[in-house]
């Protein structure tokens, strides 16, 4: 049986009078692998970062686990924190501490244990991520592939149920992406991670998700189950993972034709 673990309910917002988010409703099931699609942009950032109360929304309800969390207290979103992780878009290591430092940070914060007890943990941690023995090393001696994964085993540290992936292959080499990919897919499935992963990358999205959702104009237009995309008929959902120019998604080009 589906289980709802995450729901937004007509959630708005705005930035300086533009609107972004406009009215988005949409509910997440555990253990899926949903990917949220769209323009650079149209606002899929901006969508994560209100469900993890990183922005405020101008109105809508966002409930985890049935409990509405939209107006929770600073001390209450990092409670929500612990149990909803976040891979940011370009990894967000912090440069000047160690990969032992960057994956045992929200240990420190979070938990009481000895210098033993987090050695230990951040060496699994890094082997569920495929690294070992690198903790002395600083990001700047990392490869990009190696920093996304030392960033990825920073955000399972506290065995969110849910992960957030913010453009996790975006700059990747095919190859790198790949394995990052494929690390999404089993921590998924060996650590039933719901994981709600942002990318505008078609090919991998419907490779490895269950359901895609396409955002356009601050609208969530579609939301699909990845294996009836062959014969959707949402023209949004056509043009987008074609790269078509001509649709109902207006592309800068067109824009720029029509100014002429
Ligand atoms: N804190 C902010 N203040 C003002 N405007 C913002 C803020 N954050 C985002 N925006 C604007 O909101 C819009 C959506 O931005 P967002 O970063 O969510 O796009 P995106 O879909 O993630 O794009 P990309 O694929 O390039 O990462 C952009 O026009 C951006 O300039
Ligand atoms: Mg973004």
Not at 15 to 28: A, H, K, L, R, W
Not at 138 to 162: F, H
Not at 163 to 186: C, H, Q, R
Not at 188 to 214: E, F, M, P, Y
């Amino acid at each position: 049986m589906v289980e709802e673990i995450l729901r937004v309910e007509n959630l708005c917002k705005k930035f300086e009078g533009m609107t972004v988010i406009d009215n988005v409703s949409i509910s997440f099931y555990r253990g899926e692998i949903f990917t949220l699609m769209g323009q650079s942009g149209v606002g899929k950032s901006v969508f994560v970062r209100l469900i993890l109360g990183l922005l405020s929304p101008d109105s809508g309800e966002i409930y985890f686990k049935d409990k509405n969390i939209t107006n929770s207290s600073d001390r209450e979103w990092i409670e929500i924190r612990k149990k909803m992780g976040m891979l940011f878009q370009n990894g967000a290591l912090f440069d000047s501490l160690t990969v032992f430092e960057n994956v045992s940070f929200l240990l420190d914060e979070h938990l009481k244990i000895t210098i033993d007890e987090k050695k230990e943990r951040v060496a699994k941690l890094l082997l569920e991520v495929g690294l070992k023995d690198i903790e002395s090393l600083y990001p700047a001696e990392l490869s990009g592939g190696m920093q996304k994964r030392v960033a990825l085993a920073r955000t399972i540290a506290l065995n969110p149920e849910v992960v957030f992936y913010d453009e996790p292959i975006t700059g990747l080499d095919p190859i790198t992406a790949s394995v990052i990919t494929k690390l999404v897919n089993e921590l998924n499935k060996a650590k039933k991670i719901t994981s709600i992963i942002v990318s505008h990358d078609v090919k991998t999205s419907l490779s490895i998700s269950d359901r895609i959702g396409l955002l356009y104009n601050g609208k969530l237009v579609a939301i699909e189950d990845t294996k009836d995309v062959a014969k959707c008929k949402n023209p949004y959902v056509d043009q987008f993972i074609k790269g078509k120019l001509t649709g109902p998604i207006k592309t800068v080009m067109e824009g720029k034709w029509e100014e002429k």
